[in-house]
């Protein structure tokens, strides 16, 4: 419409975390959005994360992580859920990640870098 400005449906970017390249990537479909976080250039492991009903406490919401393609590990779902903490917007988050390093200095990165991303 004439006059109606429109925000872009994704936003893309790279950053150095703890020394390494890291592209970032964020399209907000009408029924999801696509998160993907790589230091590999892949997509990596592809998670699907919703939003759990009621919220294990008042300050965070609680999230479910289904892991749809990759190895299943702890820290994946670890790195999810908070991801998904920092991202969410109402929609399911389909997240592919590929880190090649997953501690809690990275994800604490991520979550301060992502909060740019949010639309």
Do not use: C, W
């Not at 919401?61 to 590990?73: I, Q, W």
């Not at 991202?87 to 992502?114: C, F, H, R, T, W």
């Amino acid at each position: 419409m004439p006059g109606e400005t429109h925000k872009p449906h994704f936003k893309k970017g790279a950053a150095v975390i703890e020394g390494t390249h890291t592209d970032i990537f964020v399209d907000y479909f009408e029924d999801k959005t696509l998160l993907v976080i790589s230091q590999y250039q892949k997509i990596g492991t592809l998670v699907y994360i919703t939003k759990d009903g009621a919220p294990v406490d008042d300050r965070r919401p609680g999230f479910t992580s289904r892991l749809l393609l990759g190895e299943d590990k702890p820290v994946v779902h670890v790195f999810a859920r908070n991801l998904a903490a920092t991202m969410y917007s109402g929609k399911p988050i389909l997240l592919g990640i590929a880190l090649k390093n997953d501690s809690p200095a990275v994800m604490k990165a991520l979550q301060e870098l992502l909060k740019d991303y949010k639309l």
